[in-house]
Structures are given as C-alpha cells and as structure tokens.
C-alpha cells in the first residue's frame, strides 16, 4: 500500500498491528516523508553500513571480552542515544551554515524538525525501556514483574527494530540532503569508538585485538559513507557542499504503458481483411465514372473518332436519314 505523503505512519498502522512491535516500529521509525533511495545500490550500501554501524555502538568487543550482558548493552545503547542527541544537532549545524552560503534555510525548516521529531522519539524510546528493564531488575511483586515485563518485551523488540531503521534513514535526515545520512553516520561511528580507543579503555582485549574491533566499525562505515556519496555525485549530480535547492531533478519512476487495445497495437490503426476488397484511396477522386468525354463546343460539326457536334443534327455532316436536298455541282 502506498503511503499518503505529508502523514507520519502513511495510513498503513492499524489497530490490530498495536500486538506486532515491529509493525509500530516501521511506521513510527521509517516516516511517510522520507525520500524513498534513488537506486537499489544505494539500498545495498545502507544495509551494510547500518550492520557496521551497529558494530560500533553495540560494541561487539563487549561480547568477546566478558560475555553477553544485557544491562551493559543496555548502558552502550542508551550513551549512544546521548551521543546522537548533541552530534547530530551538531553535525547538521555545521552543514546549515556551509549551505547558507548558496541558498536560503528556511525551505529546510519542515524536514529538519521532523527529522529532530523522530530523533526526541528514538531517543525516548531508549530511556523508557532502560527504566523498565530497571523496573524488572528492582522489584519483587510477581504482578509488576509479569506487567512490566511483557511491556518490556514489546518494547525491546520495538527499540531494536527501531535502531534497524533510524541507522538506515539517519533519522530521515534524506529528506533535508541525500548525502546527510552518509555522514552523520560516519561522524557518529567514530564519536562512539575513538573514546575507548583514547582513553585505553579496551575491556579486557589486548592492543592489537582491540585496535580492530574499535575501529574497524567506523572505517567500514567511513569508506560505505564515501562510496554512497561518490554514487550520488557520479550519477545524479548530487554534492554534500552544495545546497540541497541547488541539486538536479532526481529520475521519477517511469509511468506504466496504457493498455494495449484487443485490435492489436495502441499506436497502428485497424488492419482489414488481407482478402477483402481495396480500400479506397482517401486522397483520390470521388467515386464515380473514372472517364468522362469532352464535351463537344456547341455548333461544332461532329468529327467520327473525334469530338463533334450532335452527329443526328440536321444539315450536312448530320444525320444520314434526314430529307436529302442535294445541290447542284455546277452552279447555274
């Protein structure tokens, strides 16, 4: 189903999709305005830089350090959504100011609170299931924990199908620059790992193992990032310095062929019979005799063979059974 353009969840959640998280989360997280890809390459790469991307803020490290622990990737998630919450204001600042200088900010007003709308959303989302997973952890009445626990369980399947999409989209920042995605994803990427990297914190790991798992999210990231811009530079003209006014028309889809009529096709008109009689020429003479003899000047003697006058006209040369008035040869 189409989605409406202008409406956040596009008419597409209904109420018996409240049950399915992930349905909730594809609405709330993938917003009817944001600017479909502009070719399925570009849909590739996105995928493998939000797999990157989850490296660097999951923190995979964690898991090979001192096993799988929810709260500490808990920790992780919600200091990256704080981290999300200064850089990317941050980040796309920088680029409004880099713009101005060919264009106007105001036609950017729209995409840009609606982008900072779905940024507040994710980020709420993050803080409420670590308040309930804390909520679970800290009480002992049976009853809160099967209430808050179900809820809890919605919720994670509802953050984590939510963090899938946001590191798509970027937080449908596509629909204020194509390439604003790209490197907010980059900026970010490194902004989680360099940290660790900086003040020694590797988490059990040795140097070397550490170097690697640390940074080699955000050098996949960086070098997917350069890729995806390259693309859009190549093929649709699309630069991160220019202002997105400034950019070339996009490709539309191509609108579907109307329907071939049953008499064969659209644009050749109706053949007849191949055995039929010839059509008549349109262009030629109307119908009728194809020959008319000359008709003959009134008072001109009739010529056998030739035009004439009426051959049963009286007089010589007229019709051969008239009266016969012969003259005399010799004149008196």
Same mark, same amino acid.
């Given at each position: ?259 071939? #009529? *049953?008499?064969?096709? =659209? @644009?050749? %008109? /109706?053949? !007849?019979? $191949? &055995?039929? #009689? *010839?059509?008549?020429? =349109? @262009?030629? %003479? /109307?119908? !009728?005799? $194809? &020959?008319? #003899? *000359?008709?003959?000047? =009134? ?14 006209? =009286? ?18």
């Amino acid at each position: 189903m189409a989605r409406t353009p202008g409406r956040w969840t596009g008419g597409t959640l209904t109420a018996r999709d409240i049950l399915r998280p992930h349905k909730v989360a594809d609405a709330m997280f993938h917003p009817a305005w944001i600017p479909p890809s502009l070719d399925p390459a570009i849909d590739k790469l996105k995928r493998i830089r939000v797999i990157a991307g989850a490296v660097a803020s999951v923190g995979v490290y964690t898991v090979f350090a001192d096993g799988f622990d929810p709260t500490e990737l808990l920790e992780n998630a919600l200091l990256a959504s704080v981290v999300l919450l200064f850089i990317t204001p941050l980040t796309v600042g920088v680029m409004l100011l880099v713009w101005r200088r060919t264009g106007t900010l105001r036609q950017l007003r729209t995409p840009l609170l609606s982008s900072l709308a779905l940024l507040l959303l994710f980020v709420g989302s993050v803080v409420a299931l670590v308040l309930l997973v804390q909520t679970v952890n800290g009480t002992g009445n049976t009853l809160v924990v099967i209430g808050v626990g179900m809820t809890m369980m919605w919720m994670l399947g509802f953050v984590a199908r939510g963090t899938f999409r946001v590191s798509g989209n970027f937080f449908g920042t596509g629909a204020v620059h194509r390439c604003l995605p790209a490197l907010l994803a980059t900026v970010t990427s490194w902004l989680v790992a360099v940290p660790d990297l900086v003040t020694g914190d590797l988490h059990g790991l040795g140097f070397a193992l550490g170097v690697v798992f640390i940074l080699g999210a955000p050098v996949t990231v960086t070098a997917i990032a350069l890729l995806e811009t390259g693309r859009l530079r190549r093929r649709y003209g699309i630069r991160l310095g220019a202002h997105p006014a400034g950019h070339p028309p996009v490709p539309g889809q191509v609108p579907p062929m109307p329907p071939v #009529p *049953p008499s064969g096709h =659209p @644009y050749v %008109p /109706p053949q !007849g019979h $191949p &055995y039929g #009689p *010839p059509r008549a020429n =349109p @262009y030629g %003479p /109307p119908p !009728g005799a $194809p &020959y008319v #003899p *000359p008709q003959p000047h =009134p008072g001109r003697r009739f010529v056998p063979g030739q035009g004439g006058g009426n051959p049963y006209a =009286p007089g010589a040369g007229g019709n051969p059974y008239g009266p016969h008035n012969p003259q005399p040869p010799y004149g008196p």
